[in-house]
């Protein structure tokens, strides 16, 4: 046995997530902090000055709900928020108020991809609300501090170790971004670091006649997909090659944390981790206790639309699109609402509303730079034109440039079609009569369809569109090529 297939990589991940409020967790100040100025969104309650009391955001609570609820979760009857204690330049109080013993939510779980092509669930240990802490530049030796961040709602969601591998991790991140998204929880927006993530990872193995459990590294403040799939494996081996060279982690008895260098590409160490009792935990003494109100966790998970798992076997099924349409168009729940809207209008035809949307809307949509809300053209007027195709009075050809005055003027199809007179000719006489009369222009075509070269077929049909501007219904024509030219 290899010393890598020995060991079996454990992971589990703490997933910190901005949600979508307004205004801080325990003041009024503005909680969209990214890009202002620094230390301008702060006030006495946020900057932990002496006499400023905290009162909780009403609506941050009500996210935390519904992203627990979104993610299979418990909501208990019971919960409090407790002072975290310890002293970094970030947090200006000393103490961060988040929840220790009752969280708001419960023992939850998510499906993902397993690594041998089940489908697996991954615990969920809890998701408890608290405040951000503010944020360090650290530049030319010095390190600044700027506190807007201080006192954002945050929602903290920890998994179980359930995880065994980079792309089990990748794809637990991503259905929860797209849950949390969709549930309009939060933006999960990386690049802003409205979400991070600290991933715990340990190796386990079986060796004389025990199973071998060493402590864990925990790699801290993750901000991006890359970075995970770069500082795992990196880790993992790391802790492999420590205990095959006898070194710290044989005696080691609690886990460490560590950082992640893009640049040099190495983790590097922090610090021992804390325990529990070093954060000194207490109830916040400002605050009340919460009971979450059974009738408003009701009316929230209500409130919730349907979830993109669910949603895409829906789409699979009612409209039997593929699991690759079904994807791209339940990516954003913006884009699944336009097409389930256009495809109302031709239930019939949803596989070809669905392959103009995937296709010729959303190739505009990145071309222009545009988003879709800003279109002329409705969902309903798309499922018009589909039709149109579906009876045969426009060719697919003639339907793109359609398309395209449609997205331009906002116009239904219907006018469009008998301004620019791109109506489809499907008279079997008129096209017949051009089909016989390209068939006697060109012999050598005829003789090749004849021995076999269907690309020869061409040669046909070019003469009869030209003769006919083009608007020939083309399975009416390739029908009448067929039968005469056996």
Known sequence: MTVASRYETIIGIECHVELDTRSKMFCGCSAKWFGEPPNTLTCEVCLGLPGALPYPNRKAIELS??????????????????????????????????????????????????????????????AHLEEDTGSLLHAGGATLVDFNRSGVPLLEIVSEPDLRSVPESLAYLEALRERLVYAGVA??????????????????FD???????????EIKNLNSFRALEEAVPYESARLRDEWESGGPLRTRTGKITVGWSPETRRTYLQRSKEEVD??????????????????????????????????????????????????????????????????????????????????????????????????KLTPAQLGALVGLIEAGTVSTTAAKTVFAEMLA????????????GLSQISDEAAIAAAVDAAIAANPKAVADIRAGNQRAISALIGPVMKKMGGRANTAVLSRLIAERVK
């Open 65 to 126: 709900i519904a992203a627990g609820i979104a993610l299979h979760c418990e909501t208990p009857d019971h919960t409090k928020f407790d002072r975290k204690n310890y002293m970094y330049p970030d947090l200006p109080k000393g103490y961060q108020i988040s929840q220790f013993d009752l969280p708001l939510s419960v023992n939850g779980w998510l499906e993902v991809p397993g690594d041998d092509g089940s489908i697996k669930r991954v615990g969920i240990r809890r």
């Open 187 to 204: 933006g999960f927006k990386l690049e802003e670091g409205g979400a991070r993530f600290d991933v715990n990872v340990s190796i386990r």
């Open 207 to 217: 060796a004389d006649g025990a199973t071998h459990w060493p402590p864990q590294s």
């Open 278 to 375: 070093d954060y000194r935990y207490f109830p916040e003494p400002d605050l009340v206790a919460l009971a979450p109100d059974r009738a408003m966790v009701e009316r929230v998970r209500a409130g919730l639309p349907e979830m993109p798992s669910e949603r895409r076997r829906r789409f699979v099924s009612e409209y039997g699109l593929t699991d690759y349409d079904a994807r791209v168009l339940v990516s954003d729940r913006a884009l699944a609402d336009w097409f389930e809207a256009a495809a109302g209008t031709a239930p019939a035809q949803a596989k070809r509303v669905a392959n103009w949307v995937t296709g010729e809307l959303l190739g505009h949509l990145r071309a222009a730079g545009v988003a879709l809300g800003s279109l």
């Open 409 to 420: 003027t906002g116009r239904d199809a219907d006018a469009i079609v008998a301004e620019k």
